[in-house]
C-alpha cells in the first residue's frame, strides 16, 4: 500500500505558467490541454475560445486576470496547472498561486526576451523556492532569436541556462527543433499535431554537436557525477544527462531552456516531457512546516498523516463559494469536518471538484498533492489553514501586497448602499489585495488595489455580476511618510489621574531614518523600565506608524530607540506604556524632518522608432527619468522611471501620440521622496 502511495505522488506534477503579458502563457497552456486530450479544439485568445481565460473580462481585454486552475493527464502523470496573469496589477494572484506551487514553466518571448513582469514573477519565483524550466516562445515570429533570448535570460535573471533543444529554421520558416540530448530532430508540419522524429539536417549537424558538447560541459561543471562521467569517457550519455539536469533544475542551480511556437502548436510535447523529467512531484519537495502551539512542525506529502492544506483562492460562482486548496498531507472525504486553524472555528467540506478552469468534476476524496476545490466552507479565506481537528497546525499564509491606488465608490442610487457594501466585502474576500475601508474625513467608500487596471476590473464586475450602477472617482495614489532627519532625547510623560487606578509612564526615545521598514530597540539600562513595559513602548509605537504629520499617512523608514523611562509603583501599567509610546513617538515625528513618499514605477514602452522624441518629451513632463533606450525587434523601447500618479491616463496619451502602435509596461520599484512635498519642524 505504501508503494502505491508513493507511486502515486511521484506522478504528479503542480506547476505554474509564468510569464509577462503577451508572451503567449495563456496560448501554451490551451496548448498543453489540446496536446493531452484534455480538450479537442485549439482554444485561441484573439477569439475568446481558451479555457482558462473563461471570464467575460478576461476574453474582452484579451489578457489573463484571474489565476485558473486545471488539470490533465501525459505520460502516466497528473499535471494540475495553473495558468497565472502576467499583467503587474494582478502580482498578488501569482504570488498565492506559487506559495502553493512545486514547479513552474517561465514563457519568454523569443524576440523580447525578458521583460520587466517576466523579471518580477522570476524573483517571485526566487522567494518561494520554486524550480523552474523556461520555454522561449514565438520562434515563427520576425526577429526572434534563441540565442538573444538566452543572453537576456542570463543577463537579467542571472540563472545558469541549460539549452536542449536547437531550432530548425528561423522565423516564418521555424518547423521544429533538434533534441541535443538524444541527437535526434523534431518537426511540425502546418497543421499537424504530432511531431514527427527524424535524424538531426545535414547542415545541422555539427552545429549540434557543439551545442551538445557546450551543454556537456555546463552540466558536469556543476554536478559531481557527470563530473565523474565526463572525465571518464569525455562526454556524457542521454540518461547521466537527463539525471543531472533534473538534479540541477530541483535544486536551482541551473535552468532548463526549451523552445518552440506555441501558437503554430510546436514544441508542446518536448515541453510536457521536461515537465515530467525535471520538474519535483511532492515527493521531492521539503516536508510543509508550520505552527502549532509555537512549535514548528512538520508534514510530509503522505496520504495517512493527518490532514493540512493552504487555502489559496477564492471565489463565488454559480455552484456556490469555491475555495482552492494544495493539500499538503493526508486525505479529505466528502462531508468530512475540518478546522481553519487560522479562524480556529470548525468547518464542513461539502462537495470536493476537479478544476478545469470554470468547470469541475466531482471527485470522493483529494489526498496529499492534489490541488482541488470544495464547496460548504463558509469563512475560510486565502491564506487559512485547513486541517484535522485532532491534529491542529497553522500553515505561513501566501505574503499580501500593499495597495497602491484608491478610488472613491458609490452606488448610483441611494437604494443600492447595502448591495454595494456586500458586493465590495465579498470582492475582498476573494482578492486579499483589494482593500475597502470609509474614509473618516469625506464619508466615501474607498476601494484599493495594485493599479487602475486592477481597480477597473474589480468595478467592473460588479456592474457586471450585480446590475449596480457605480459612480467611480478619480484614482489617487497612496503616500508614506519617513523620516530624514531625525531627534534625539525626546521625553514624554503619560500622567492621567481622574479617580481610581492612576495611569503613568515616562519614556524617553531617539528617532532616526532607516532605509526602510520599522525597528524598535530598547537600550535602557538598571531596570528602570520592565522588559514588559517595553514591549508596551514598542506596541503603541507601532501604533503610530499609522498616521504620520504630514497628512495622515503611513510612516516607514525609521528607528526608534528607548533610551530611558521611569515608573510609578502603583499607576504604571502596560496599557500606561502603550498610550506613552503611542504619543510620545507621534510628538517625536513632529519634531523629526519628514518626507512624504510617492509609489514609483518603472516603465517600459515600445514605440516605432519615428515616436521615441514626442514619447521621451511626455515622460520628462510626466517626471519621468529615462534610464534606457535600445532598439529591439525593429522598435525602440524605453525605460523610464515614473512616479505612479502621473501614469493615470497614460495608456490613451501613448496610443494618441504614436497612432495606436505603441505600447507600455509598469512594475512598481518602491516610493521616492514627492517633489516640493518635504515638511522640516
Not at 489617487?476 to 532627519?485: A, H, L, N, Q
Not at 517625536?588 to 516603465?603: Q, S
Amino acid at each position: 500500500m505504501r508503494n502505491n502511495l508513493d507511486r502515486h505522488l511521484a506522478a504528479v506534477r503542480n506547476l505554474g505558467i509564468l510569464a509577462h503579458v503577451d508572451a503567449g502563457k495563456t496560448t501554451v497552456t490551451e496548448r498543453i490541454l489540446f496536446a493531452t486530450g484534455t480538450t479537442h479544439k485549439r482554444g485561441e485568445v484573439h477569439d475568446g475560445t481558451t479555457v482558462t481565460d473563461f471570464d467575460p473580462q478576461e476574453r474582452d481585454r484579451g489578457i489573463t486576470i484571474f489565476a485558473a486552475a486545471v488539470s490533465c493527464d501525459w505520460d502516466g502523470h497528473r499535471i494540475n496547472l495553473i495558468d497565472t496573469p502576467g499583467h503587474v496589477d494582478f502580482a498578488d494572484e501569482v504570488e498565492r498561486s506559487l506559495r502553493v506551487l512545486d514547479g513552474a514553466v517561465a514563457v519568454f518571448d523569443a524576440v523580447a526576451g525578458v521583460e520587466p513582469q517576466s523579471e518580477s514573477v522570476w524573483r517571485q519565483a526566487d522567494r518561494h523556492g520554486v524550480p523552474r524550466i523556461a520555454f522561449v516562445n514565438k520562434l515563427d515570429r520576425t526577429g526572434a532569436d534563441l540565442d538573444t533570448a538566452v543572453a537576456s535570460i542570463r543577463e537579467r535573471l542571472h540563472p545558469v541556462p541549460l539549452v536542449v533543444q536547437l531550432p530548425i529554421g528561423t522565423e516564418d520558416a521555424f518547423t521544429g527543433v533538434v533534441d541535443l540530448l538524444r541527437m535526434r530532430a523534431l518537426t511540425w508540419d502546418d497543421g499537424a499535431e504530432t511531431a514527427v522524429e527524424g535524424p538531426v539536417p545535414e547542415e545541422l549537424r555539427d552545429e549540434a554537436r557543439r551545442r551538445r558538447r557546450l551543454l556537456e560541459e555546463a552540466v558536469a561543471e556543476r554536478h559531481p557525477a557527470a563530473l565523474e562521467e565526463f572525465c571518464d569517457r569525455e562526454t556524457l550519455s542521454a540518461e547521466t544527462l537527463a539525471e543531472a539536469l533534473r538534479d540541477l533544475t530541483r535544486t536551482g542551480d541551473g535552468v532548463v531552456v526549451l523552445c518552440g511556437s506555441a501558437y503554430r502548436n510546436r514544441g508542446i510535447e518536448p515541453l510536457l516531457d521536461a515537465v515530467v523529467a525535471y520538474l519535483p512531484s511532492p515527493l521531492d519537495v521539503p516536508a510543509v512546516c508550520g505552527m502549532h502551539d509555537g512549535v514548528d512542525e512538520r508534514r510530509p506529502a503522505d496520504p495517512a498523516a493527518p490532514f493540512a492544506a493552504l487555502a489559496f483562492k477564492v471565489s463565488a460562482t454559480s455552484t456556490g463559494r469555491l475555495t482552492y486548496l494544495r493539500v499538503y498531507s493526508g486525505t479529505i472525504e466528502k462531508g468530512d469536518a475540518v478546522w481553519d486553524a487560522s479562524a480556529d472555528r470548525g468547518e464542513r467540506v461539502g462537495r470536493i471538484l476537479r478544476v478545469q478552469a470554470d468547470r469541475h468534476a466531482q471527485l470522493e476524496r483529494a489526498v496529499a498533492g492534489d490541488i482541488v476545490a470544495v464547496i460548504g466552507l463558509k469563512a475560510a479565506r486565502a491564506g487559512s489553514t485547513l486541517c484535522a481537528p485532532a491534529s491542529p497546525l497553522v500553515l505561513e499564509p501566501p505574503g499580501v501586497a500593499d495597495p497602491v491606488v484608491s478610488v472613491a465608490v458609490e452606488p448610483r442610487r441611494g437604494t443600492d448602499a447595502d448591495r454595494l457594501a456586500s458586493a465590495l466585502a465579498r470582492l475582498a474576500e476573494e482578492d486579499p489585495s483589494l482593500t475597502v475601508r470609509s474614509d473618516a474625513e469625506t464619508g466615501q467608500t474607498v476601494l484599493s488595489g495594485m493599479g487602475e487596471l486592477h481597480l477597473e476590473v474589480a468595478v467592473e464586475k460588479i456592474r457586471r455580476a450585480l446590475g449596480l450602477e457605480v459612480n467611480v472617482g478619480r484614482p489617487r495614489v497612496t503616500y508614506r511618510e519617513t523620516v530624514d532627519r531625525g531627534v534625539s532625547g525626546l521625553v514624554f510623560r503619560h500622567v492621567k489621574q481622574d479617580g481610581g487606578a492612576g495611569q503613568f509612564a515616562h519614556v524617553v526615545l531617539d528617532v532616526e531614518p532607516l532605509e526602510d521598514g520599522f525597528d524598535f530597540r530598547s537600550a535602557v539600562v538598571g531596570g528602570r523600565v520592565p522588559q514588559e513595559y517595553v514591549r508596551a513602548v514598542e506596541a503603541g509605537c507601532r501604533d503610530a506608524l499609522n498616521e504620520g504629520p504630514l497628512g495622515g499617512h503611513t510612516v516607514t523608514g525609521l528607528r526608534v530607540t528607548l533610551t530611558d523611562g521611569a515608573t510609578h509603583v502603583k499607576d504604571s501599567s502596560e496599557m500606561a506604556f502603550r498610550t506613552a509610546g503611542r504619543l510620545g513617538l507621534r510628538e517625536a515625528l513632529r519634531a523629526c524632518a519628514m518626507v512624504l513618499l510617492e509609489p514609483v514605477v518603472e516603465v517600459t514602452v515600445t514605440v516605432p522608432e519615428d515616436a521615441v522624441g514626442g514619447v521621451l518629451g511626455d515622460l520628462a513632463a510626466r517626471r519621468g527619468r529615462v534610464t534606457g533606450s535600445e532598439v529591439r525587434g525593429g522598435a525602440a523601447v524605453v525605460t523610464a522611471t515614473v512616479p505612479l500618479a502621473e501614469l493615470f491616463g497614460y495608456a490613451t496619451r501613448l496610443r494618441s501620440r504614436t497612432q495606436g502602435r505603441g505600447t507600455f509596461t509598469a512594475r512598481p520599484t518602491g516610493y521616492a521622496p514627492a517633489p516640493a512635498l518635504t515638511a522640516a519642524p
